[in-house]
T-cell receptor, first 112, second 112 residues
C-alpha cells in the first residue's frame, strides 16, 4: 500500500464548477497535511496546509481533513482555466523519523 | 521579500561527471530541503539541512551530498552522474525544520 495516494486523473471540470481533489494516507500518526499546485515545467507552490480535523478555507480553496478516515481533500470553488495544473498532496509523518511523504499528484483540467 | 532562489536554471552534464547546485532560502528561513523530481512523479526527498547539519536523509546514495553555509544557503553535490539522475532538482526552504515549505524554481539537470 502506498503511503500517500492520489487519483492521477486527469480530472476534468467545466469553468465555474467545484473541483474536488482527494488524498488518502496510511499512517495514523500523520500530523500535518499540505496541498501544492504545480504547473507544467514549474516548481510546486504551497496553496494550503491543515493540521486539525475539519475544514480550512482560503479564498476559493477549502482543505478538509478527516483523520479517522485518513483522508484529506482540496475543494476549488468557481474553478478557472488558470487552475489547470497538477495538485500534489504531502503528508508529514511524526515520530522518530519525521518526514514528508508526497503523493504522485492529480492532474486537473478546467475547461472554458 | 526575496523568495527561494536556485542556480543554475538548466544544466547539461555527461555521465561520470560531478555537479553542484545552489540554493538560497526565502528571507527569514533557516532550513533547506532538497528534492529530485522525475517527469510525471512527485518530489522525492533527498535531504534536509538545518543549523549547517544534515538532519534527515531520504533513500539516495552517498553520491548525493550537500552542505549548508552560515548564511543558510545550501549546495547539492552529485558525483559520478548517471543517466537516471536527469531530473528537476528542487530546493525548498522553511523555518526551524518545519514542513511548511516554499520551493525555488528548480534546476533542470540533463545527463547525457
Amino acid at each position: 500500500q502506498k503511503e500517500v495516494e492520489q487519483n492521477s486523473g486527469p480530472l476534468s471540470v467545466p469553468e465555474g464548477a467545484i473541483a474536488s481533489l482527494n488524498c488518502t494516507y496510511s499512517d495514523r500518526g500523520s500530523q500535518s497535511f499540505f496541498w501544492y499546485r504545480q504547473y507544467s515545467g514549474k516548481s510546486p507552490e504551497l496553496i494550503m496546509f491543515i493540521y486539525s480535523n475539519g475544514d480550512k478555507e482560503d479564498g476559493r480553496f477549502t482543505a478538509q481533513l478527516n483523520k479517522a478516515s485518513q483522508y484529506v481533500s482540496l475543494l476549488i470553488r468557481d474553478s478557472q482555466p488558470s487552475d489547470s495544473a497538477t495538485y500534489l498532496c504531502a503528508v508529514e509523518y511524526a515520530g522518530n523519523n519525521r518526514k514528508l511523504i508526497w503523493g504522485l499528484g492529480t492532474s486537473l483540467a478546467v475547461n472554458p | 521579500d526575496a523568495g527561494v532562489t536556485q542556480s543554475p536554471t538548466h544544466l547539461i552534464k555527461t555521465r561520470g561527471q560531478q555537479v553542484t547546485l545552489r540554493c538560497s532560502p526565502k528571507s527569514g528561513h533557516d532550513t533547506v530541503s532538497w528534492y529530485q523530481q522525475a517527469l510525471g512523479q512527485g518530489p522525492q526527498f533527498i535531504f534536509q539541512y538545518y543549523e549547517e547539519e544534515e538532519r534527515q536523509r531520504g533513500n539516495f546514495p552517498d553520491r548525493f551530498s550537500g552542505h549548508q553555509f552560515p548564511n543558510y544557503s545550501s549546495e547539492l553535490n552529485v558525483n559520478a552522474l548517471l543517466l537516471g539522475d536527469s531530473a528537476l532538482y528542487l530546493c525548498a526552504s522553511s523555518f526551524r525544520g518545519d514542513y511548511e515549505q516554499y520551493f525555488g524554481p528548480g534546476t533542470r539537470l540533463t545527463v547525457t
